[in-house]
């Protein structure tokens, strides 16, 4: 291949900055434990972000329809579910962990793997400019992306069961590694989909994308956690699936991922061979992409965040989450530290689904107004009190606890607990959201919400790895049976084992920080709440980015 064929596109506006996306933040965060039950990730919508080459013909032309392009729309739908694999994998990771007792500090660590599709609108615009115009502007980072994820796949399907059983505990910074590399990859490769999604579908169809996105990192995701965390569970399979009981699950980890990497070989080796960019098609109009220079796109960035009111917002963004971050981001692992089976939290998700589809359709109809953030307001304090709730459902979990595992009625609690939050969740999700379409500039809406949405999310990871570092040392402990020792640290904790004692926990650092991140989330809501509001008075030219469009 030439080195003429690597194009930079210095003119122009740029097609679609891809911010974040939505690997399915819901069950899966009270599952994980890195951000249990926090936002949703955003992506925003094709609509509008493209635009057709030429003058078209007056006349009428005929419409494609699905059946047209089935094709396509599988192959989106499946490159999507394969986006979802590593999400689902990564998500599991934590409840594996601390059922092997790491410690909080390092689940803290291990966090930062699902901080990569927060953060992609900063290599978004080498995506979207770099690439071989002989082999595809998608697929020239579509196929060297997916053969990395199925080759990292295959190495940790040799190296994960070492890692997880190493000597002094679970190897967790190479875990993190290596977890990290497969998030940043996905989050990579979500973002060449996208843009080959605007194109490889005609304009009248393109509106599938989105379905394709959503409906196949869901899938994605549930095969990567909710299924395979119950096929290997050996409980689940000896319970449901099998005859006679073995110690052991269907499927290990390490088969897990060997069988996706292979899935992910394959299917890279038939796309890059079989399947051609913008390739005609009967009826399908042609899209021609527009691009910016990516220094231009990071100067249209930082003018953007320089503006005061979008600074404003931007900061109240960043902090909005604090009051909620100790019960998102611990509750999944303190049930499952309490005993609760984690492939029993993974399948809670099953009946969310209807729930969490129907929501935004039901809220979006009070938030269609200006004053969008005054349901976000609204739902900020009930939030709040739902957090409280989940605590003291962490605190009643091991006194329902029976010889047989936990009775039906503690399940249908924690599904009716899960639910109620899902109200106010999705109450300031979609809020949020239509505020973003409200006031983004339309003269750049595609950069403009990405960067919101860039934002949003930040706000919940960070507050989340904080929590779940801080929990350690707001824990109290206390050595018991061995006089004169104490459990202040592991050197102290394994001195007191050692004289025949037993660390006790006194105070829980989790119920401290529910409470500190509750009281938080008043003040918040209380100084900084009206403040947000205040900002839907502000006039559209107040968040007109004024930068020249040449």
């Given at each position: 291949m030439e080195p003429s064929d690597l194009i930079t596109h210095k003119n122009g506006r740029q097609r679609k900055l891809v911010g974040a996306s939505?690997?399915?933040?819901?069950?899966?965060?009270?599952?994980?434990?890195?951000?249990?039950?926090?936002?949703?990730?955003?992506?925003?919508?094709?609509?509008?972000?493209?635009?057709?080459?030429?003058?078209?013909?007056?006349?009428?032309?005929?419409?494609?329809?699905?059946?047209?392009?089935?094709?396509?729309?599988?192959?989106?739908?499946?490159?999507?579910?394969?986006?979802?694999?590593?999400?689902g994998l990564a998500g599991s990771i934590p409840l594996i962990l601390r059922s092997k007792g790491v410690s909080y500090k390092h689940q803290a660590f291990f966090s930062f793997v699902f901080w990569p599709f927060s953060l992609k609108l900063l290599w978004a615009p080498l995506v979207d400019a770099l690439y071989f115009s002989r082999f595809g502007r998608r697929k020239s980072w579509l196929v060297p992306t997916q053969y990395l994820l199925g080759l990292f796949m295959l190495y940790l399907s040799v190296r994960v069961d070492s890692l997880l059983q190493s000597e002094g505990g679970a190897n967790v910074v190479t875990l993190t590694a290596l977890f990290f590399m497969?998030?940043?990859?996905?989050?990579?490769?979500?973002?060449?989909?996208?843009?080959?999604?605007?194109?490889?579908?005609?304009?009248?169809?393109?509106?599938?994308?989105?379905?394709?996105?959503?409906?196949?990192?869901?899938?994605?995701?549930?095969?990567?956690?909710?299924?395979?965390?119950?096929?290997?569970?050996?409980?689940?399979?000896?319970?449901y699936l099998r005859i006679e009981p073995k110690a052991t699950g269907i499927v290990t980890l390490s088969d897990f991922l060997c069988f996706w990497g292979m899935v992910f070989l394959f299917s890279t080796t038939l796309v890059a061979i079989f399947k051609r960019e913008n390739e005609p098609g009967k009826g399908k109009r042609k899209v021609q992409e527009e691009t910016q220079g990516v220094m231009e796109t990071y100067k249209l960035l930082f003018s953007i965040v320089m503006m005061p009111t979008v600074f404003t917002f931007c900061a109240l963004l960043l902090t909005a989450k604090i009051g909620f971050s100790a019960v998102d981001a611990v509750t999944g692992l303190k049930l499952v530290e309490a005993g609760v089976p984690k492939e029993q939290l993974a399948l809670l998700a099953v009946p969310m689904v209807p729930l969490q589809i129907l929501l935004p359709l039901v809220i979006s109809k009070y938030t269609a107004g200006p004053r969008p953030l005054d349901i976000f307001y609204k739902a900020f304090p009930f939030r709040l009190l739902i957090g409280l709730e989940f605590a003291l459902l962490v605190w009643w979990t091991p006194s329902v606890k029976q010889e047989g595992g936990f009775p039906v009625y503690y399940y249908v609690i924690v599904l009716l607990s899960y639910a109620l939050h899902q109200v106010?969740?999705?109450?300031?999700?979609?809020?949020?959201?239509?505020?973003?379409?409200?006031?983004?500039?339309?003269?750049?809406?595609?950069?403009?919400?990405?960067?919101?949405?860039?934002?949003?999310?930040?706000?919940?990871?960070?507050?989340?790895?904080?929590?779940?570092?801080?929990?350690?040392?707001?824990?109290?402990?206390?050595?018991?049976?061995?006089?004169?020792?104490?459990?202040?640290?592991?050197?102290?904790?394994?001195?007191?084992?050692?004289?025949?004692?037993?660390?006790?926990?006194?105070?829980?650092?989790?119920?401290?920080?529910?409470v500190v991140c509750v009281v938080i989330g008043v003040v918040w809501w209380l100084w900084f709440g009206k403040k947000l509001r205040s900002l839907q008075q502000q006039s559209p030219a107040a968040w007109r980015c004024r930068v020249d469009q040449r």
């Open positions: 939505h690997p399915r933040e819901n069950m899966r965060n009270m599952d994980s434990g890195e951000t249990s039950t926090s936002e949703p990730d955003i992506e925003e919508g094709a609509e509008g972000l493209i635009k057709g080459s030429g003058s078209e013909s007056r006349r009428p032309r005929a419409q494609p329809g699905i059946r047209g392009e089935l094709g396509n729309v599988l192959l989106l739908l499946f490159l999507y579910v394969l986006q979802g694999i590593p999400l497969l998030t940043f990859l996905a989050a990579t490769q979500d973002i060449a989909v996208d843009g080959w999604a605007l194109t490889m579908l005609s304009r009248e169809n393109v509106g599938y994308a989105s379905t394709c996105n959503s409906v196949g990192q869901t899938a994605g995701y549930f095969l990567g956690n909710v299924l395979f965390l119950a096929l290997e569970s050996a409980d689940f399979c000896n319970k106010s969740l999705y109450s300031m999700y979609v809020a949020c959201m239509a505020f973003h379409a409200k006031v983004s500039d339309p003269v750049i809406g595609g950069t403009y919400m990405t960067l919101l949405n860039t934002v949003t999310n930040l706000g919940g990871n960070w507050p989340s790895t904080v929590a779940l570092w801080m929990v350690d040392p707001l824990t109290s402990k206390e050595c018991r049976g061995a006089v004169g020792q104490s459990c202040g640290s592991p050197e102290e904790a394994w001195l007191c084992v050692k004289e025949g004692g037993a660390c006790v926990v006194t105070l829980d650092g989790y119920y401290v920080e529910s």
